[in-house]
């Protein structure tokens, strides 16, 4: 059983096939450029006292950790 009620999904998946390959590589990009947006905004929000380049030091090393958690 699904937790969470996904009452779109059907919807979500006709978009999907309805985008060439080039427009769904592009939509994965975006996507995730945000999700590190959202990553590093947050980061500025709980570390407001580090400069910016403590917080791509910050960035990267949590970035790194998230990478690399099987070993």
Do not use: W
Not at 6 to 22: A, K, N, S
Not at 39 to 65: A, N, T, V
């Amino acid at each position: 059983m699904n937790p969470k009620p996904r009452p779109h999904h059907d919807v979500y998946l006709r978009v999907l096939r309805g985008m060439t390959p080039q427009q769904r590589l592009d939509k994965a990009m975006e996507l995730s450029e945000a999700a590190r947006r959202l990553f590093r905004d947050g980061l500025r929000q709980r570390f407001p006292h580090l400069s910016d380049r403590d917080i791509h030091r910050l960035y990267l090393e949590r970035l790194d950790k998230c990478h690399n958690r099987n070993y």
